[in-house]
């Protein structure tokens, strides 16, 4: 009588077995980039501000230089090509172009269903900064961006789905910025 339940009790620890490696492996299979990655250095020349209670900043640039350029591929759109070194381009800013803090907090384990607000709020504005929450499973420390001017150079990763796609800055480095370059 007990051997014919050994079969089965085989078939359930095989099964757990893979429930196990398919749930260790799936956040890596679903991080997999659907674009190009490339990090951009380039020189500020223009900053457009738009809302103070909720900013949606944009800027000119020249890129001065591109590396770390990673292809997707399956894409079917033309590379990034080097020959865009030296050429202006447009940005739109994810965070601020302003000074601004992005802190990240834990994913609540229950999480309300409930109504959703069409309108979004006011980016909080604290000591001079605004400040940005994203929530993830995983939390880095706080970012501070000081905020960019023009003449500033700047380093930033872009994600690339190809020619005539919105390029955003979302966290960047200040290579020198422009008010320290000359004192």
């Not at 014919?4 to 991080?31: D, Q, R, T, W």
């Not at 000591?127 to 499973?137: A, E, V």
């Amino acid at each position: 009588m007990k051997q014919k339940y050994y079969p089965i009790l085989g078939v359930a620890i095989i099964l757990i077995i893979l429930g196990i490696i398919i749930a260790i492996n799936l956040p890596s299979i679903l991080k997999e980039d659907r674009f190009d990655t490339a990090t951009i250095e380039a020189t500020v020349l223009s900053i457009t501000k738009q809302d103070d209670q909720r900013p949606d900043d944009s800027g000119q640039m020249r890129i001065d230089f591109i590396f770390n350029y990673v292809r997707n591929p399956e894409a079917s759109y033309e590379p990034l090509s080097k020959s865009i070194v030296g050429t202006d381009i447009s940005v739109k800013f994810s965070y601020s172009a302003r000074p601004a803090k992005v802190r990240c907090k834990q994913i609540p384990v229950d999480t309300p269903v409930g109504e959703t607000n069409t309108e979004s709020p006011p980016i909080p504005f604290e000591g001079g900064y605004y400040i940005y929450t994203y929530y993830s499973g995983t939390c880095p420390e706080e970012t501070v961006l000081q905020g960019v001017s023009e003449g500033d150079k700047i380093r930033f990763t872009i994600n690339y789905a190809g020619p005539g796609a919105s390029l955003y800055v979302g966290e960047y480095e200040i290579e020198m910025p422009i008010s320290k370059r000359y004192n």
